[in-house]
């Protein structure tokens, strides 16, 4: 407890989530003491915590002035550093840090990451060789694993994971890195030992089960994959007890969410109620809806923190599997077997840019099949889509057996286009009518593959509402993670080559190269569940790499 009662007062204050006031007393408080160092720190860390970043770093620099090897404060530092991206500024702080206080390993820790994120491998291994690690704490080892690790030089986070593992083999996290570690450098039979025997002390163990399925899918062994996705989905997404509902009203990112998936969530519940499928509490739940949705008004697309009052009514069913459709493969395969696949081939493979578009793609058992999964099961998690859409992702339990069928199918009828290449990822879009779609960006897989399923008469506009895709290329130097977070880029990217429009249909598979940018076109679509445009999206084969394990 801090010995000044102003002070502590004013830290009581901010730890009670009032931060912007506690900032505005110690800044009257600084005003007659503009030296105090502690109140410097004091500012700078407030300043931080409530997104001021050019008042943090002033106060917090006023502090490594005086005080270089200020642990607390460099840390916080590097954290502001790190979120502006500035990695040279952070190898220049940790530079100063270190050259004060070469002892300290925590600074030379922080110093060695600075070096990777700026790209110096061979500095930061230099560093690295200076420590003195014969009998050192396992936690420098552990430190120096998850470094390495973020920096994707998993050779290296490998073997200290192991160092470290050898004096401390109960820590659940540091082995669950460790084999995700093994899995990106191919080492899967190894990994899966680790996953399994996690599993074996902690069924629920919602990372291993994610983890385990990418590296099952890796093997091309998707039926096994799908259980792991499916049983990590039900450790995380189950419907909660009243206790536990309780409990995650207590933290703010349990009560996040935004509009259009509340929008969602209420129409789903009606729907479900509508065909007879029995959801426990579903009036209630839609009543509470109702209300929520009426008292939040028009929120745009922006992510919203509910009350816990708020959350309360409808926190059983917000983010959560209610239901999910029984969706088996289907005798006869799924896709349509009137097509030419052959001349499908041909067309991708000999006609530049790699785009074909394909009507009547499925068996109309399956697209009946899989619109009904779509509309009925409640695995829309991926809630914080801005413009308006969810998400729904195979690593997150969105997949059944028949869309494994249709994958295989592809495989087979597409021997030179999909045939050589696994499923890398899959997923599906709902999309409010009242918004829009997805911008530009490109996918870190061989070929895409995209279909739409609801019918044409939702469609207000047939000629548009599908998919543009550009004709050229991107840059094979591109990393899609980064451009795919600055659309901008993308956007200029696509209005600076020749481009394709392909209209919404139902039933419409457009499968192309996924080094094309592509983004989804203007659409108007009825309102209601049974109108939201859909899409499912298979990727097949990887650009540089697929999903990485989670670490």
């Keep these: 407890m801090h010995t000044n009662p102003f002070i502590r007062e004013v830290l009581e204050l901010a730890a009670s989530g009032r931060k912007r006031q506690a900032l505005d007393r110690l800044k009257r408080l600084q005003s ?90 061979a500095a930061a291994d230099e560093q690295r060789g200076q420590l003195p690690l014969d009998g050192a704490d396992p936690a420098v080892h552990l430190a120096l694993a998850q470094t390495y690790h973020q920096a994707g030089i998993e050779r290296v986070a490998t073997n200290h994971y192991r160092q470290y593992l050898a004096q401390a083999p109960e820590d659940r996290d540091a082995r669950r890195n460790y084999a ?101 509490g579903g009036a209630r739940l839609v009543a509470a809806y109702d209300a929520l949705i009426d008292e939040l008004g028009d929120a745009g697309g922006r992510r919203i923190t509910l009350t816990p009052a708020q959350f309360a009514p409808i926190g059983e069913a917000m983010q959560r599997l209610l239901y999910v459709e029984e969706t088996p493969a289907l005798e006869g395969g799924a896709l349509n077997p009137a097509l030419d696949y052959a001349a499908l081939e041909a067309e991708f493979l000999n006609g530049p840019p790699g785009l074909v578009v394909v009507d009547d793609f499925l068996r109309p058992e399956a697209l009946l099949a899989l619109r009904r999964y779509c509309q009925r099961s409640t695995v829309w998690f991926g809630y914080g889509k801005v413009l308006g859409y969810c998400g729904a992702y195979m690593q997150d339990g969105f997949g059944n057996p028949l869309l494994l069928q249709l994958a295989a199918d592809l495989r087979q009828r597409l021997p030179r286009v999909v045939g050589p290449h696994r499923l890398n990822q899959m997923w599906g879009y709902i999309y409010d009518s009242q918004m829009s779609g997805i911008t530009a960006h490109a996918d870190p897989a061989a070929v895409n593959v995209n279909f739409w399923i609801v019918p044409d008469e939702a469609n207000l506009d047939p000629a548009r509402g599908g998919l543009v895709v550009s004709t050229r290329e991107a840059p094979a130097e591109w990393d899609f993670q980064d451009y795919n977070n600055r659309p901008g880029v993308l956007e200029a990217f696509m209005n600076e080559s020749e481009q394709v429009r392909v209209p919404y249909r139902c039933n419409r598979m457009v499968m192309f190269n996924s080094n094309l940018v592509h983004k989804t076109d203007a659409f108007r679509f009825r309102p209601g569940l049974t109108n939201r445009r859909i899409n499912v999206t298979m990727l097949f084969g990887d650009r540089r790499g697929g999903d990485a394990p989670a670490p």
Excluded: C
């Design 32 to 121: 007659d003491a503009p030296d105090d160092l502690e109140l410097h720190l004091l500012v700078g860390g407030l300043s931080a915590e409530v997104g001021d970043t050019d008042t943090a770093r002033s106060h917090l620099a006023a502090v490594l002035a005086r005080q270089p090897t200020h642990f607390g404060a460099a840390s916080t530092m590097d954290g502001l550093l790190r979120r502006a991206g500035t990695a040279t500024n952070r190898v220049t702080l940790w530079r100063r840090f270190v050259a004060a206080a070469p002892g300290d390993l925590r600074g030379r820790i922080h110093y060695i990451d600075a070096l990777l994120a700026a790209g110096d491998v």
């Design 180 to 280: 995700a570690a093994l899995q990106m450098l191919g080492e899967l039979d190894q990994a899966a030992q680790i996953y399994e025997a996690l599993l074996a002390d902690e069924p629920g163990d919602h990372q291993a089960l994610v983890n385990l399925g990418t590296l099952r899918k890796e093997q091309d062994r998707l039926d096994a994959a799908l259980e792991l996705y499916r049983r990590a989905m039900l450790s995380r997404r189950r419907r909660p007890a009243p206790a536990e509902i309780a409990a995650a009203g207590a933290h703010p990112g349990a009560r996040t969410t935004t509009l259009h998936s509340l929008r969602l969530e209420r129409e789903q519940l009606a729907h479900l109620a509508d065909a007879g499928v029995a959801v426990e």
